[in-house]
């Protein structure tokens, strides 16, 4: 973790990402200039003294993480760790483990004690993203543990007392996910005692030049000396596009643009075809009799991802699925390994 963390969107791991020792709190700066910008972190610096819970809502890739980071470094807790854990990432059996830990022996390929990420972030924060994957069975667990303060792992017997600072992220309705029956109402009103909304980048525009010259000047690729800046008439193609993955779009192109530009200045044509012309239309091709409906099926998702470079949460989105149905398929296609990246908590 570097001690300088600007507006770059966390990597999209699958479990979690930890920090809070003194010698490696990173210093939050979110680069923007716009006034919807300036509310949101208005609030965020009231809030952030509170030990309220707060659901960060927004579609994907619009920083929520961000959000909650800058939460936690500027509350009372930011020398004590922060937590992240994807809801969406694993299957139930799994998740509960990763979130409150288990004993030896609790269930098969349990060979020790493994300590939750609930319990890592005692007098730190906990940050849940995509919480409205969440299974009825853990969201009643994760309930007790809001109300009672407690947790007990898979397999033990004993309660374990937590302190956190729960903070919650989702790109789903979850007023609507309540009337229909897919999430708790009881848990609903526990996360959101304040809700903030993570705007989208086609609701910030006046900030794209200001992302574009940092991704540009700090990418990873920035050592190629190519694509260090935008034409005009690129910037004015960049500032028309709508932006449907949001800033971690935005990235993932700078840094293409740094890897494909021809020199120092990147031009129109080295912008992709999709941001250039993003109403062009797809063609299908003829119906195949030897293709079936699974096999149709399946090869459309991987397609998806491929093309959003294994963003996952992307790649849901437009394909119209749950991130959660997303990983189902995977695993069903025995392709999950394939687009899984996992980080572990230092130590362990």
Not at 4 to 22: D, H, R, V, W
Not at 61 to 73: M, P, V
Not at 252 to 269: V, Y
Not at 290 to 298: A, G, R, S, Y
Request: aromatic share 6%; glycine share 8%.
């Amino acid at each position: 973790m570097s001690e300088s963390e600007n507006f770059i969107l966390p990597a999209n791991s699958t479990l979690n990402q930890t920090y809070g020792q003194k010698n490696q709190r990173p210093s939050i700066n979110i680069i923007h200039k716009s006034e919807i910008m300036k509310t949101l972190l208005s609030m965020v610096d009231r809030v952030a003294q509170s030990s309220a819970n707060i659901l960060v809502l927004g579609e994907s890739g619009t920083g929520k993480e961000l959000i909650a980071k800058s939460l936690h470094e500027k509350s009372n807790r930011k020398f004590k760790p922060f937590v992240a854990i994807n809801c969406g990432a694993l299957r139930e059996s799994l998740l509960e483990s990763e979130l409150f830990g288990h004993e030896k022996g609790s269930f098969t390929g349990a060979y020790a004690r493994k300590i939750g990420l609930a319990e890592v972030a005692n007098g730190g924060t906990l940050f849940l993203d995509e919480i409205g994957e969440l299974t009825p069975g853990i969201q009643a667990k994760l309930l007790r543990f809001i109300q009672e303060g407690e947790i007990y792992r898979v397999g033990g017997k004993d309660a374990i007392k937590v302190d956190i600072r729960l903070v919650s992220a989702t790109n789903r309705d979850l007023e609507q996910d309540v009337l229909k029956g897919n999430f708790r109402e009881d848990l609903f009103y526990r996360i959101n005692t304040i809700t903030t909304q993570v705007p989208s980048l086609r609701r910030r525009k006046e900030d794209i030049p200001l992302l574009v010259n940092f991704f540009l000047s700090s990418g990873v690729h920035r050592h190629l000396n190519r694509g260090h800046q935008m034409s005009d008439e690129a910037m004015a193609i960049m500032m028309k596009y709508d932006w449907p993955g949001n800033i971690r779009e935005l990235q993932n192109i700078c840094e293409r643009m740094q890897i494909l530009a021809e020199g120092h200045m990147i031009m129109p044509g080295d912008l992709p075809e999709s941001v250039r012309n993003p109403d062009q239309k797809v063609v299908m091709n003829d119906y195949d009799p030897n293709l079936t409906i699974h096999e149709l099926e399946k090869r459309y998702i991987l397609k998806a991802l491929n093309h959003f470079e294994g963003n996952k949460t992307r790649a849901a989105h437009a394909l119209g699925i749950t991130i959660k149905t997303l990983y189902n398929k995977l695993h069903e296609y025995g392709e999950f390994e394939k687009f899984a990246i996992h980080s572990k908590i230092p130590g362990q």
